[in-house]
């Protein structure tokens, strides 16, 4: 219906779930839209240019929905001056730049019934400082919550899936945050300069993680599969508890001088050459029975460390000669943690 400039009203049934993007763009007769309760999703745009249509008001924001629920896409704010929204409990869909700019915000609770948070919803939301998202949300938007700089909390529940592109960017106050083993994809940039985040769990549920998604974040502690150790910044980085996988690259945490402490999973069968190379702090490791190959110079030049614990009896064929070489720790051969 893009710039359908004659059409003033349409009723969409029951069986649609997703509304394309730009669907309705520049249809600027359109005064009613009827959506149903089935619709799951709606594209960028689908509503721009729509200057005539005519919204349903609850709580400082304006709704689209139909006779039994009108309130089922959250489409945007009264005006950018707000400073709190009731989201109605029948919405499903917060839209699009729905808060975006609302700079007086404060806080906001995403209730059960939601199920998507689109693109820049809360962009520049800066005084907004926690969110709690509801167990029904799937996808976080891209640039969601990106600029929200007062934010220093946000619960992310198990149903969500995916972590959209620039969803958190810059959200300089933010300390600490918790993935749930639902999320299989972060996008890039998700947490990009987030200056106060100092500590990060992610599930191995997490199989993508796009560039850049935690640089600029000062990561102290962190719990991480494998899989994605290349994409956690390792200059602050103290404690890693590794939590799935089964290879632990070459050059993994290579250079790691704060690093004190690191737990490995029973998954783990292989340490790469040079993996902890230079963790001059590290102090402690207990690498377990399920590990068969150590690559060369893992554990060379960590000064701090004086005793390494091997479950193992005695050092499998796997193991590198030079896997420890370049200090004097003793080897706890058959160590068994009482």
């Given at each position: 219906f893009w710039f359908c400039t004659s059409l003033t009203s349409i009723t969409i049934p029951d069986s649609v779930t997703p509304i394309g993007r730009e669907a309705f763009y520049g249809c600027k007769s359109l005064t009613s839209v009827t959506i149903p309760d089935s619709v799951t999703t709606i594209?960028?745009?689908?509503?721009?240019?729509?200057?005539?249509?005519?919204?349903?008001?609850?709580?400082?924001?304006?709704?689209?929905?139909?006779?039994?629920?009108?309130?089922?896409?959250?489409?945007?704010?009264?005006?950018?001056?707000?400073?709190?929204?009731?989201?109605?409990?029948?919405?499903?869909?917060?839209?699009?730049?729905?808060?975006?700019?609302?700079?007086?915000?404060?806080?906001?609770?995403?209730?059960?019934?939601?199920?998507?948070?689109?693109?820049?919803?809360?962009?520049?939301?800066?005084?907004?400082?926690?969110?709690?998202i509801g167990d029904?949300?799937?996808?976080?938007?891209?640039?969601?919550?990106?600029?929200?700089?007062?934010?220093?909390?946000?619960?992310?529940?198990?149903?969500?899936?995916?972590?959209?592109?620039?969803?958190?960017?810059?959200?300089?106050?933010?300390?600490?945050?918790?993935?749930?083993?639902?999320?299989?994809?972060?996008?890039?940039?998700?947490?990009?300069?987030?200056?106060?985040?100092?500590?990060?769990?992610?599930?191995?549920?997490?199989?993508?993680?796009?560039?850049?998604?935690?640089?600029?974040?000062?990561?102290?502690?962190?719990?991480?599969?494998?899989?994605?150790?290349?994409?956690?910044?390792?200059?602050?980085?103290?404690?890693?508890?590794?939590n799935g996988g089964a290879s632990i690259d070459d050059y993994a945490f290579y250079g790691c001088k704060s690093l004190t402490s690191v737990t490995i999973p029973d998954s783990v069968t292989s340490i790469g050459s040079m993996a902890f190379r230079d963790c001059e702090s590290l102090t402690s490791v207990t690498i377990g029975d399920s590990v068969t190959s150590i690559g060369s110079y893992a554990f060379y030049n960590c000064t701090s460390l004086t005793v390494i614990n091997c479950e193992a009896e005695s050092q499998p064929d796997g193991w590198n000669s030079y896997w420890k070489s370049g200090y004097n720790a003793t080897v706890v051969w058959g160590y068994k943690d009482e």
């Open positions: 594209g960028n745009d689908a509503f721009s240019g729509c200057t005539s249509l005519k919204y349903n008001e609850y709580d400082n924001a304006l709704y689209l929905g139909n006779d039994t629920n009108p309130y089922v896409v959250l489409v945007k704010a009264k005006d950018t001056s707000i400073d709190s929204c009731a989201i109605n409990k029948g919405t499903k869909i917060i839209y699009r730049n729905a808060f975006a700019g609302c700079t007086s915000l404060t806080s906001v609770t995403i209730g059960n019934s939601v199920t998507e948070i689109g693109n820049y919803a809360f962009q520049n939301c800066t005084s907004l400082t926690s969110v709690t029904s949300v799937t996808t976080i938007g891209g640039s969601a919550f990106s600029g929200c700089t007062s934010l220093t909390s946000v619960t992310i529940p198990d149903s969500v899936t995916s972590i959209g592109e620039y969803a958190f960017y810059k959200c300089t106050s933010l300390t600490s945050v918790t993935i749930p083993d639902s999320v299989t994809s972060i996008g890039k940039y998700a947490f990009y300069g987030c200056t106060k985040l100092t500590s990060v769990t992610i599930p191995n549920s997490v199989t993508r993680i796009g560039s850049y998604a935690f640089s600029g974040c000062p990561i102290e502690s962190a719990t991480i599969p494998t899989t994605v150790i290349s994409y956690i910044p390792k200059g602050n980085l103290k404690t890693v508890v590794i």
